[in-house]
């Protein structure tokens, strides 16, 4: 059983910028895939960033330029850094933890942008 928690989310006006930190129960070394989701109300859940055990990263193609995913394995924990924040950004962030056979889900950290 893995367990990931959520910090970092909040109210922020457009164009700010916001860090979320994802903590793992484990280390991260040991979890194939670390990643961000988010969910706005309405739609689906999203693929915001991954990842690897390795430490290669993806971000999504909307994303790019605005958003960096990192990890500190020191501190078993995955940031997302967000920069130039848009109302459209609004949502719900998940962190996942992907170890193959099973996934784990955090509780969800609320984003708001104000425009």
């Known amino acids: 059983q893995v367990q990931v928690v959520e910090s970092g989310g909040g109210l922020v006006q457009a164009g700010g910028s916001l860090r979320l930190s994802c903590a793992a129960s484990i280390s991260i070394f040991s979890i194939n895939i670390m990643g961000w989701y988010r969910q706005a109300p309405g739609k689906q859940r999203e693929l915001v960033a991954t990842?690897?055990?390795?430490?290669?990263?993806y971000v999504a193609d909307s994303l790019k330029g605005r958003f960096t995913i990192s990890g500190d394995n020191t501190k078993n924990t995955v940031y997302l850094q967000m920069n130039s924040l848009k109302a459209d950004d609004t949502a719900v962030y998940y962190c996942?933890?992907?170890?193959?056979?099973?996934?784990?889900w955090g509780q969800g950290t609320q984003v708001t942008v104000s425009s």
């Open positions: 990842i690897t055990s390795s430490g290669r990263t």
């Open positions: 996942n933890a992907d170890r193959g056979l099973y996934t784990y």
